[in-house]
């Protein structure tokens, strides 16, 4: 037997008479977890080995289990055991905000629990922990923008305007402009500030490692309601935005289940084809990084509508052969 399945069946357990005020006879455990009742009395001694808060009473000759309501009451934030332990798995998850207050703060948060459980738990949770392991992903270094995020932070919380310096990628160049910051939002490994922008007239999206300065006013602004920032977000395929369209790709049999398995966008429609193909259909606000996704995937897939969107990525895969058509590497 896997050390991850019996890890997988104790937590399974604890959250089920975590959840139960009359709890949990061992047949039932048995079936919920669809193995046989020694394997479930086996785990239920484990966990008490390792210091979990479990006791048993005998109800017509058979065993009910129960998390001590103490145990209950013993943490002193208004969250249960589980969610904690959930919070301190989630540890590796959050390695990209190191150097940040939210890391910072996070790390604090967890030292509390650590030290709310007893030892015996606290191994038991590293060895879980030690399970799953979570991949890196590619993210930016924001301990140099530590200040930046905490200035803007603050300026969300109080409503108050900002007058930033911001480098444009695509342009190359400095622009200076006064905002009214809606939200931070971390997408994809970056920082971003959600902002009304007064020299734009309208709600921009603003990587935070390209603020060069930033210098708070003596103005304040009154946020918009909240649907209209998560609308602003959700609508987007990334963060760029753009006019709205509906987009419609069919993906080739190959790569279809790919596609199915996974949410990709709020309002995505998935209707598989006769021939094993995916249609692959959503309204999505702008074409840039969707035309991205479209093309990792290659030959694989091909955009029926919009012909606009059609015509960019046929130009890009004209220019990419070119590019590798008896060319010199070095670019002579």
């Not at 208004?78 to 996070?106: G, K």
């Not at 900002?162 to 622009?175: D, I, N, P, Q």
């Amino acid at each position: 037997m896997a050390r991850g399945d019996q890890l997988s069946r104790q937590w399974t357990i604890i959250q089920n008479l975590q959840s139960s005020r009359t709890g949990k006879l061992v047949s039932e455990l048995a079936a919920t977890l669809g193995c046989h009742r020694r394997t479930v009395y086996r785990d239920l001694e484990a966990l008490q080995s390792a210091g979990f808060p479990l006791y048993s009473d005998q109800e017509d000759g058979r065993s009910r289990w129960y998390l001590i309501e103490s145990a209950r009451q013993a943490i002193p934030i208004p969250f249960s055991m589980t969610e904690l332990m959930a919070l301190y798995f989630s540890r590796d998850w959050l390695r990209m905000l190191e150097n940040t207050v939210f890391h910072e703060s996070l790390e604090s948060l967890f030292q509390k629990v650590q030290a709310t459980l007893p030892p015996e738990t606290n191994r038991y949770l590293e060895t879980f922990r030690r399970t799953v392991k979570v991949g890196a992903q590619p993210h930016k270094q924001y301990g140099a923008f530590r200040e930046t995020l905490d200035r803007i932070n603050q300026a969300i919380i109080q409503q108050t305007v900002l007058r930033m310096a911001y480098y444009t990628m695509s342009r190359k160049r400095l622009s200076r402009r006064n905002i009214a910051p809606y939200r931070l939002w971390f997408f994809d490994g970056t920082f971003y500030l959600i902002a009304y922008c007064y020299l734009r007239k309208g709600v921009r999206v603003f990587a935070v490692d390209r603020i060069r300065s930033l210098e708070v006013l003596n103005e304040t602004f009154r946020l918009p309601d909240e649907t209209v920032v998560d609308g602003f977000m959700e609508t987007s395929f990334g963060v760029f935005r753009g006019e709205n369209v509906h987009v419609k790709i069919r993906f080739a049999p190959k790569v279809a289940g790919y596609i199915a398995e996974k949410t990709w966008h709020a309002t995505q429609k998935l209707t598989p084809q006769k021939n094993g193909a995916l249609l692959f259909e959503a309204d999505v606000a702008g074409t840039e990084e969707i035309k991205h996704w479209i093309m990792q995937w290659g030959a694989h897939a091909e955009v029926l509508s919009p012909d606009t969107l059609r015509r960019e990525i046929q130009s890009e895969a004209t220019a990419m052969v070119n590019r590798y058509r008896d060319g010199d590497p070095a670019g002579n």
